[in-house]
């Protein structure tokens, strides 16, 4: 018998509400603090608050703890580290773990092309490598990336993102030469109201941008997610990535997958673009990669990843133990856990599919693997966004022990730490039910 969710006291608490004083006092107001979540400790896919109260975890901090919480070989891993050293500056000298986890990155990445690694601290750092690297290989200013995108929260991933005013507003001017196109969102196709997919929203990026409004020959890169996250995880049309990938080989342009929280086994493949089979010029990780430890990395063609000693660097990225932490996972993830996340995501799809036979508020379910986006509308027919159901429907669950998150502007998130077994599944979807019920 599982041992959560439990609530024993109605959250917050007494001990979450003095955190949630002290923070509010004290920490900055761009916080977003979804809701009232005081955490002690986590274990599997079960998180603990300061007042006892157990969860089953839905969002795995979005998409972060590949692992769960407290796996015994990252913990033990990270604790060998740590007895070791914590820090000597990978841009400057050599260790061991930095060595191997490129190795394992360059050797675990998708295509047969040789690949080399640059390690940052986050997916955002990613970013802004990868726009350097776009730039210095190509010789060419102008990026393109999509509507819906999130890339981070730095002046290079702000500018490639087109999530949310919120996220841009007031920090002007943004980088210059970014372009936002629509991307592969048949639910709402940019196109045409019913979509019967013909990738207009690829073909319009040679047969009208580049023809009204700047030359193929002048973009470096096109970001694009595999699999939006943000942008309310979006599985684009089947061929999409292989058509941006055929139109980046016709112009030159370098593709760039950003699978910052779509990889390290999360769809049920190392990589979403596995999917379609598609090689991309250079990759983007972090979040699932180091099991909660800060960690990303930019996985780029050996061709491309040839800019100068010291034209890139950091002082923390590749730390040695957020190293030992990745090492290990991606061990667990190739051993075992992608095939869970497979194998528990077809469970949970279908579970969420059963529920939208029931609930009219839901409107579009996709995903691939534990990667599930659930769209909820105001009318099936209109397509309405229903977005004034997410934030109650997320403290609802909150209060019955599921941790869910929003993504985009109607939609929730189910991203379960990928050690989630088929009793959470069938658990989070009753509470599930039991939301949708009460509120739509």
Known sequence: MKDYPRIIVPPPGPKARAIVEKDTKYSSTSYIKEYPLAVARGSGVMVEDVDG??????????AVSSTGYGHPKVVAAVKAAADDFLHICGSDFYYAGMADLCEALAKVAPGPSKKRVFLSNSGTEAVDGAIKLARNS??????IAFKGAFHGRSYGGMSLTSRSVKQRAGFGPMLPEVHHLPYGYEYRCDFRKDCKCDLTCVSSIENEFFQRHTSGKDIAAIFVEPIQGEGGYVVPPPGYLKALRELCDRHGILLVFDEIQSGIGRTGKMFACEWEGVEPDILLTAKGLGSGMPIGAIIARESIMKWESG????????????????LVTLDLVQNGLVQNAQQMGERLMAGVKKLQEKHKVIGDVRGRGLMIGVELVKDRATREPNAEIVKPLEEMAFKKGLLILGAGKNSLRLAPPLVVDAEDIDIGLKILDECLTALA
């Open 138 to 143: 190509t010789r060419r200013a102008g990026l």
């Open 311 to 326: 034209a890139h660097g950091s002082t923390f990225g590749g730390n040695p133990v957020c190293c030992a932490a990745a």
């Open 53 to 62: 109260n157990r969860y089953l975890d839905f969002m795995a901090g979005i």
